[in-house]
């Protein structure tokens, strides 16, 4: 059986609450906070971008003001740019295909609760396709 951590990083409904999941956010928070506080031609921004995506490559370049939930949701299949202050919901999968350009202050948001106040203060979390 899965954990809510691995449900939550193959794009599968998970509870919002789980220690696991809480934690993993807070580390993602923390290495959010260190890229877009290191001086851009520091080496360590990349190492922080490789440790927070799935596919990056030389060829992908994140500005500053970029923040994300969990980061591992988010896939890239070739170069890319991502603009200054970008938002990336990836509680669901992310793909950003070969040479994309996504411009400054662009919100991807693939995420979604459930409506209902109650089942969402349980921690409810439901996915719908698009």
């Known amino acids: 059986m899965k954990t809510e951590l691995e449900k939550a990083l193959s794009g599968?409904?998970?509870s919002r609450r789980d220690?696991?999941?809480v934690h993993f956010q807070m580390k993602?928070?923390?290495?959010l906070y260190e890229f877009n506080h290191t001086n851009?031609?520091?080496?360590?921004?990349?190492?922080i971008i490789k440790e927070l995506v799935t596919g990056y490559n030389e060829y992908v370049?994140?500005?500053?003001?970029?923040?994300?939930?969990?980061?591992k949701n988010?896939?890239?299949?070739?170069?890319?740019?991502?603009?200054?202050d970008c938002t990336f919901l990836d509680s669901n999968i992310i793909t950003i295909g070969h040479c994309a350009l996504i411009g400054p202050g662009c919100n991807i948001i693939c995420t979604n609760h459930t409506l209902d106040a109650e089942e969402r203060l349980r921690g409810g979390f439901v996915i719908s396709q698009l």
């Open 12 to 14: 599968e409904q998970f």
């Open 19 to 21: 220690a696991g999941v």
């Open 28 to 31: 993602v928070k923390e290495l």
């Open 40 to 47: 851009p031609l520091d080496s360590r921004r990349t190492e």
């Open 61 to 71: 370049f994140i500005e500053d003001g970029f923040k994300c939930v969990f980061g």
């Open 74 to 84: 988010i896939h890239f299949k070739g170069t890319a740019m991502i603009n200054f």
